[in-house]
């Protein structure tokens, strides 16, 4: 589907300085772009929903073709709205993005209403489906496949200059992926920046093992085992484990183009199926042995009741 | 490839306007320019109904806003248009947060404000409908035969 940033909070900030900082994130992001790919040609505040016809209410539109003066504009109005109108609100810088001779509308979006930052992450970069590509992702890797990768880390290291010089928002995850990128599903990914080194990763193959409803993927009895886990336990685990270590860095190396710098990595794929290939493996290899010996969640639920009958009042 | 249009009464459509086609768009009185969130087809069924059709987008978010934009468009250059159709895979597990569709009938919903997803344009409410591409297989298989005998009648 296209490019979705998510952030965390480095320090305590209010509310409003954080959609201040957020909002720097998206211009940073537009100014990567800008004139190269994207133009943009005006800038839609809506509270509640973004279109009329998903319930929404247009606030304002700006007419504006400059990211700074638009984010400038968009900040001092949304500083000015109560609370409640601005926790509903979601700003969306629209475009064209520019491919040689296919131009396709697109949009930089800013959701500050909870319910479609849980869907759509905290900013979400994309174009509109047309002609053979299916969103920004797509037409990025189809009509730039040997830019792909130089483009994805310059654009990470100006979010990560964007972080230096915000010092309130961090950058938590970036990901690049075809379709709206889903818990149970890692496999439209055609790259990822992730926190916590090779453990982001297994994060998030982790969390898709045991969530997917897909027994051909996944045989239930795998899932089952997820259950009674806390999977951060379980993924710490894991990266503690230098045999566990061994196997991804061998199996990314086969599948990805990595760049570790500090506590982050970031990932892209060298094919459309790259992170397919990768999440199959990294399953076969490390998540389904590593659940390998634990309880079923039916398992877990006979020895917590054993447990129970077992336990006599003490004399 | 092209997804296949949904049968309405045992029927497709008998004229397709391909939007990603200038000419196409040129043809129904639009500006291919304004024309940047554009569904994938205007189809006119025999029943002299009119639908937009959006198919390749990966996201429900965005085919609404395609769909949305495009029927706007028509119906302001005097085209008709009866329904708005989303046809996709499924609805995955992020989305379903905030679309569901309403069993048999086909209309998408919205979760958040318990309401059917419509267009409104020019004072008419149009619905947008969903199907997944499992569901229209199984109608062009189950309606094949008719839609044959009507095709070569």
Request: net charge positive; glycine share 6%; hydrophobic share 40%.
């Amino acid at each position: 589907m296209g490019i979705f940033i998510d952030l965390y909070r480095i320090e305590r900030v209010p509310y409003y300085e954080s959609i201040r900082h957020k909002l720097q994130y998206s211009i940073d992001a537009i100014k990567f772009f800008h004139e190269a790919l994207f133009k943009l040609e005006n800038v839609e505040i809506w509270i509640g929903a973004p279109s009329e016809t998903l319930g929404g209410k247009l606030m304002k539109r700006i007419q504006e073709v400059e990211p700074y003066m638009a984010g400038k504009v968009v900040s001092d109005f949304l500083m000015a709205l109560p609370f409640d109108e601005i926790s509903e609100s979601i700003v969306i810088f629209n475009g064209v993005w520019n491919f040689g001779d296919i131009n396709l509308g697109g949009y930089f979006s800013v959701p500050n209403s909870y319910s479609w930052r849980k869907a759509y992450h905290e900013i979400e970069i994309n174009a509109y489906a047309k002609k053979d590509f299916e969103d920004l992702v797509d037409a990025l890797w189809k009509t730039m496949p040997h830019e792909t990768t130089p483009l994805v880390q310059k654009f990470i290291k100006t979010l990560q200059q964007t972080t230096v010089l915000s010092g309130k928002l961090g950058l938590s995850q970036v990901l690049f992926s075809i379709g709206v990128p889903t818990v149970e599903d890692p496999t439209n990914l055609m790259a990822a920046y992730l926190t916590g080194e090779r453990k982001g990763l297994l994060r998030i193959f982790y969390k898709a093992l045991s969530k997917t409803r897909d027994s051909k993927v996944v045989p239930p009895e795998v899932v089952s085992k997820t259950k009674p886990l806390r999977g951060s336990f379980f993924v710490d685990t894991l990266g503690k484990e230098e045999i566990v270590l061994q196997r991804l860095s061998q199996k990314i190396e086969s599948a990805l183009v990595v760049e570790i710098k500090g506590n982050s990595a970031l990932y892209i794929a060298k094919d459309r199926k790259s992170f397919a290939k990768l999440y199959k493996e990294i399953s076969d290899t490390v998540l389904k042995p590593g659940l390998d010996k634990l309880p079923t969640a039916k398992d877990a639920t006979e020895l917590i009741e054993k447990g129970l009958k077992e336990y006599t009042e003490p004399q | 490839m092209r997804k296949k249009a949904p049968v309405f009464n045992g029927k497709l459509p008998d004229n397709e306007f391909i939007l990603d086609d200038v000419s196409d768009i040129k043809s129904l009185g639009l500006n291919p320019n304004s024309l940047l969130k554009v569904a994938d087809e205007y189809d006119h069924y025999p029943n002299c109904k009119y639908a937009v059709i959006e198919h390749k987008s990966k996201s429900l978010k965005d085919s609404v806003a395609q769909l949305e934009d495009t029927t706007k468009q028509l119906i302001d250059a005097d085209k008709p248009v009866d329904f708005a159709i989303i046809v996709t895979d499924r609805i995955n597990r992020t989305e379903s947060q905030i679309y569901k569709a309403e069993k048999g009938s086909h209309r998408l919903l919205n979760k958040l404000n318990k309401s059917p997803i419509q267009i409104r344009a020019k004072n008419k409410l149009i619905d947008i409908l969903i199907f997944y591409t499992h569901q229209i297989i199984k109608m062009h298989t189950e309606y094949g035969g008719r839609i044959n005998q009507w095709a070569s009648s």
